[in-house]
Each structure stands twice: as structure tokens, then as C-alpha cells.
């Protein structure tokens, strides 16, 4: 059979409408490590990583379905002592980000496909403050974000920060089934109207 590859960025709502317009994968490749290409899409992959903090409670590092990735909040912790890097706000956002490229790095993707972060302060005061630090850290990538101010976060931190990253894949379909109905209910519509 004949199979050409289509290049797609997706969200998961067009991701499920995608999947169920399309004909069936078919690959002698083993596709363990892609994050779409795997036994299902739709399956939930835990990622963990020892170069990241381990959870403080249970959840996991971040998860992974239908090419997206949910990274947990990242606190300033050490990954190799468990300790809390807790000197200032700008140290504490630095460890957040080295953690999250360790979850990111994991999971087979880089901080340039983080689509949206959410940031938690304790005191919005710290806003420029980690403002700073946050603009480094993505540079010209301009992800989605909210900033709140919470009255506590675990282990005493003043700042933590969680995200979605989208992955950027490669889909496998068949030429002549797919394509060919994309052009028949072309023509289904033009005559119709």
C-alpha cells in the first residue's frame, strides 16, 4: 500500500475529530516512542523523570494523551536532595524552569512547544520579580498564562508553575482512501449546491 506522511499541529478536540475521519494507522515501525504514534492516541502515558523533583504527593510529574503533554506545578525543588531552593523568588523561578526541562526533555519535547502556563504566587508583589526571570526563560515564545496569588504553597514556596505543551508530529495516511474522499465529498458538495 501507499502511504504519504501529512504534517499536523493539532489541539486535542481537532486531534478526536481528526482521529475519526481518518483511516486506520498502519506502520511495521515501532512507534513506542512517538507520542502519537504509539498503541493508542488516545492512551495516557505517565512521564517521570529522576533529573526532575519526584511528586510531593500523588500525581505524577506530567502526562501525556493524544499529543499533548500536562506538565504538573514545579516548585524549586533540588531533584538530587529534595530540597527547597528557597533563597528568592528569582532563584526559586530559575529551579522551576530546570525542573521543567527535565519533565519536557523526558517527554521528548522542549520548552518551545508550551502553548499555556499557569503561575502561582504567594505574593503578587513578586510579580515583576518573576516576570523577569519567565521572559528569559521563554524569550520569544509567548505561551498563554495566568498568574494568581494563593496564601500558601507546599514546602513553603513563593512561586510554582505548571504548563501544556502541544507536540508538533508526523500523522501516517493512506493516499488513496483518505485523500480520494476528501476530493469525492468535494464534488458531493459542489453538485449539491
Avoid at 481528526?18 to 498503541?39: C, E, G, K, Y
Amino acid at each position: 500500500e501507499h502511504y504519504d506522511c501529512l504534517r499536523i499541529v493539532a489541539t486535542p478536540p481537532a486531534l478526536d475529530e481528526l482521529h475519526h475521519r481518518l483511516p486506520p494507522i498502519a506502520s511495521s515501525q515501532n512507534n513506542d516512542n512517538n507520542p502519537i504514534m504509539s498503541s493508542s492516541n488516545n492512551e495516557i502515558k505517565e512521564i517521570k523523570t529522576d533529573n526532575a523533583p519526584a511528586p510531593v504527593g500523588p500525581y505524577s510529574q506530567a502526562v501525556q494523551v493524544a499529543g499533548t503533554l500536562y506538565c504538573s506545578g514545579q516548585i524549586a525543588l533540588d531533584p538530587t536532595t529534595g530540597d527547597m531552593i528557597n533563597d528568592n523568588v528569582q532563584d526559586e523561578t530559575r529551579q522551576i524552569f530546570v525542573n521543567m526541562d527535565a519533565v519536557l526533555k523526558e517527554a521528548g519535547t522542549t520548552k518551545d512547544r508550551i502553548v499555556r502556563c499557569t503561575v502561582f504566587l504567594v505574593d503578587l508583589n513578586d510579580f515583576g520579580l518573576v516576570n523577569e526571570i519567565y521572559a528569559e526563560y521563554f524569550g520569544d515564545v509567548k505561551p498563554s498564562r495566568s498568574c494568581v496569588q494563593v496564601s500558601a504553597l507546599p514546602k513553603g514556596a513563593k512561586v510554582e508553575i505548571d504548563c501544556i505543551a502541544v507536540f508538533e508530529f508526523m500523522m501516517m495516511m493512506r493516499k488513496n482512501e483518505f485523500m480520494t474522499k476528501q476530493i469525492d465529498d468535494t464534488r458531493i458538495d459542489e453538485r449539491d449546491s
